[in-house]
Each structure stands twice: as C-alpha cells, then as structure tokens.
C-alpha cells in the first residue's frame, strides 16, 4: 500500500511519442525505427480509415474516451500529435490513464 499519498506515475512525452510511433507505423506499413515523426501522417499514405485507427488505438492506450475528433488532423505529424495530446492529458482536460492500462 502506498503511504505517501502520491498518484501513479504521470505519462511523460516519451510515453505517448512511443504509442503514437507504433500505431502510425503499423498503419503505414513500416517498423517504428523507420518512421519519421516529423512527416505528415499523409506522406505515409494514411487515409481517413488509418487515422480511425490510430484514434482507436490512442482511446484504448490511454484510456481515453472522446478525444477530440479533430485531433489528428490538427497535429499531422507524431511529434506535433504527440505534444497536442501530452498536453490534454497531463492538463487534465483529459483523464490520464491508470498505470495498468499503459502498454
């Protein structure tokens, strides 16, 4: 039992940097290593069904319910999605996943 009164560790940058490579990757048909984070999700060739997917993907890794739909059109690239999506959560404009539903 924990008696320091802290929470679960915060979701740090890395951690949701690690999700998004690997789900935009696996939809773009390369391996994480070769995924560049600055290029847009559109120079993979992701369309609309992909982008679904990585949406699904973000709700089931974090836990998420209802994130903003227009967020991955917002944020084209894994570290500009990455930050956008960092920062809802740890503002708490989105909850943050318990530590047992990280991957």
Same mark, same amino acid.
């Given at each position: 039992?924990?008696?320091?009164?802290?929470? /679960? =560790?915060?979701?740090?940058?890395?951690?949701?940097?690690?999700?998004?490579?690997?789900?935009?990757? @696996?939809?773009? &048909?390369?391996? =994480?290593?070769?995924?560049?984070?600055?290029? @847009?999700?559109?120079d993979y &060739? %992701?369309?609309?069904m992909?982008?679904?997917?990585?949406?699904?993907?973000?709700?089931?890794?974090?836990?998420? /319910?209802?994130? =903003?739909?227009? %967020?991955?059109?917002?944020? =084209?690239t894994?570290?500009? %999605?990455s930050?956008?999506?960092?920062?809802?959560?740890? /503002?708490?404009?989105?909850? @943050?996943p318990?530590?047992?539903?990280?991957?």
């Open positions: 039992m924990d008696t320091t009164g802290t929470t /679960t =560790p915060a979701l740090t940058l890395d951690d949701v940097r690690k999700v998004l490579t690997e789900a935009v990757a @696996a939809e773009a &048909g390369v391996t =994480p290593a070769e995924l560049e984070t600055d290029r @847009a999700f559109s &060739g %992701l369309d609309s992909a982008a679904l997917s990585v949406g699904m993907e973000i709700e089931d890794s974090f836990g998420l /319910t209802d994130p =903003p739909v227009d %967020l991955l059109w917002d944020h =084209p894994v570290d500009t %999605l930050v956008a999506l960092w920062q809802l959560i740890s /503002t708490g404009l989105l909850p @943050a318990a530590a047992e539903d990280r991957r």
